[in-house]
């Protein structure tokens, strides 16, 4: 399993951009998920980056999470209104899988509610996701080139500039 912590330091680039979207949307990401009948449905969301962890949890009995328990695959997408990603966009590909820790739920609910004022102290949480991040990929505008850098677990990352002609060069 590849953590939020693990992928940050392996992909520095790529998980800043993400830090920096994911906090200029107010955390707003969109999820892609396989719907039983093998259709992809892309859906709202605000994962939380806690305690080293990339976590997906949601208001319960969502169709995305009833997908997430038939097919744990996704794509996290960073929200964008920018067609000119001005500011960067980023992909995370993964899997989830349910923890049930009563105590790790606990402090996810005292930390959200003591950075969002949002509360759901005391509450459990059915399902309640931590991210296996298996590839992530960015698109960043730097001195008005587009570059795009990909990461897979156990390899660098490959940043690949595209060009106005738009046949990507390796840098």
């Not at 009948?37 to 305690?51: T, V």
């Not at 969502?62 to 328990?69: E, I, V």
């Not at 794509?75 to 049930?100: E, M, R, W």
Request: glycine share 8%; charged share 25%.
């Amino acid at each position: 399993m590849t953590s939020w912590t693990e992928f940050a330091n392996a992909a520095p680039r790529i998980s800043t951009i993400f830090t920096r979207r994911h906090a200029a949307t107010g955390n707003l990401c969109m999820l892609a998920t396989l719907r039983k009948d093998g259709f992809p449905r892309i859906s709202p969301l605000e994962p939380r980056i806690f305690e080293g962890e990339l976590w997906l949890v949601g208001m319960p009995g969502t169709k995305k999470f009833a997908d997430l328990a038939h097919d744990p695959r996704f794509c996290l997408h960073t929200a964008t209104v920018d067609t000119q990603v001005s500011d960067g966009d980023v992909k995370i590909f993964g899997t989830v899988h349910d923890v049930q820790d009563s105590e790790l739920q606990r402090r996810w609910a005292e930390d959200l509610f003591a950075e969002s004022g949002f509360d759901l102290r005391g509450r459990k949480f059915e399902p309640f996701y931590a991210v296996d991040i298996t590839g992530a990929s960015s698109v960043e505008i730097v001195d008005g080139r587009m570059e795009v850098t990909a990461w897979k677990p156990g390899q660098s990352e490959h940043v690949v500039e595209v060009s106005d002609e738009a046949e990507p060069a390796t840098t």
